[in-house]
């Protein structure tokens, strides 16, 4: 056989290797995620001793680090020898993210929708984990598929921690995600306090709306967080911004019948007979809705219909 010949005879079997090697290479891949996923260190250990690539990633991009940073919050589908997870809940696996970050993982790996292992961390309270990947120097600014940070996450969880940990790490205080919320518009529809308070010291715009133009007292004052309601305004909130439907915060309060934040809005100077582009008022759309208490509330304060 002739120089050519020989290549060829090699390229072969090469090609007829090549499934076997990545079906193997699959397999423990596999492995390394379900054993991530459980928890487990002891045999993501064994399994990265024999191979596995701390970087594999499954049919989901789910890697080990994915898995390990959110918690082994993860729900396990076994179709025989099929694999497949998605997000469930956490049970906080800090240690095997520092086993994978070391044995080479990279610290910002990203799945089918785009989501980092630090979105992970940050959505379900890891700050372990969180803080591990930050110190990997995980960027804090990536986005997923609908443009949401692992800042959005902790935000609207409250983890107020991570929310510390991601600011100090440069995550932006105001970055967006393609309906336009921030950060901030997050924990101010979820009634996050303290997250609220931290990310406007940071810097985070509290005049800031959606791409509906809905505000964050707006969003606040639709969940009737009262205080969340008060540190907007505080730090510059507009009382009587509209969104794009000329809605009021007041007007969203009435409308969910958020007695509390309507009594608040209209101690702080609140225009009670505010008209929306409908021509509604607060009053008319309290008693629309069947809301009583706010309806008698706007009545004694001189609410018009």
């Known amino acids: 056989m002739n120089r050519l010949g020989s290549?060829?005879?090699?390229?072969?079997?090469?090609?007829?290797?090549?499934?076997?090697w990545h079906a193997a290479e699959a397999s423990i891949?596999?492995?390394?995620?379900?054993?991530a996923l459980r928890g487990d260190s002891t045999e993501v250990r064994k399994l990265l001793s024999k191979g596995a690539s701390p970087n594999f990633a499954d049919k989901d991009g789910c890697t080990p680090l994915i898995a390990a940073a959110g918690?082994?919050?993860?729900?396990?589908?076994?179709?025989?020898?099929?694999?497949?997870?998605?997000?469930a809940a956490s049970r906080g696996t800090a240690e095997i993210v520092r086993i994978l970050l070391a044995a080479g993982a990279s610290p910002d790996p990203q799945d089918n929708r785009r989501s980092t292992a630090l979105?992970?961390?940050?959505?379900?309270?890891?700050?372990?984990?969180?803080?591990?990947?930050?110190?990997?120097?995980?960027?804090?600014?990536?986005?997923?598929?609908?443009?949401?940070?692992?800042?959005h996450f902790a935000a609207r969880g409250g983890k107020t921690e991570i929310v510390s940990q991601l600011l100090r790490s440069g995550a932006t205080p105001d970055s967006r995600t393609?309906?336009?919320?921030?950060?901030?518009g997050v924990a101010a529809s979820s009634g996050r306090t303290e997250v609220v308070r931290s990310l406007l010291a940071a810097g985070a715009d509290p005049k800031g709306h959606d791409s509906h133009g809905q505000t964050w007292l707006i969003s606040a004052a639709y969940g009737g967080f009262v205080e969340v309601m008060s540190a907007l305004v505080e730090a510059g909130a507009e009382l009587m911004a509209r969104d794009e439907g000329g809605n009021s915060a007041l007007t969203h309060?009435?409308?969910?019948?958020?007695?509390?934040?309507?009594?608040w809005l209209l101690d702080h100077g609140a225009e009670i007979n505010a008209r929306d582009k409908a021509g509604r008022t607060a009053l008319g759309v309290a008693r629309k809705r069947g809301h009583v208490d706010v309806a008698a509330l706007l009545e004694t304060r001189g609410g018009a219909e």
């Open 7 to 20: 290549g060829i005879m090699i390229s072969i079997l090469a090609m007829a290797v090549m499934p076997v």
């Open 29 to 35: 891949g596999n492995k390394l995620v379900v054993a």
């Open 71 to 87: 918690g082994g919050a993860k729900e396990l589908e076994v179709w025989g020898n099929a694999i497949t997870s998605k997000p």
């Open 119 to 151: 979105m992970y961390a940050a959505e379900y309270g890891n700050t372990e984990s969180a803080r591990a990947l930050l110190d990997a120097h995980a960027n804090p600014n990536l986005a997923d598929s609908q443009g949401v940070t692992a800042l």
């Open 178 to 184: 393609i309906q336009g919320a921030t950060p901030l």
């Open 253 to 263: 309060a009435a409308y969910m019948g958020q007695t509390a934040a309507t009594a």
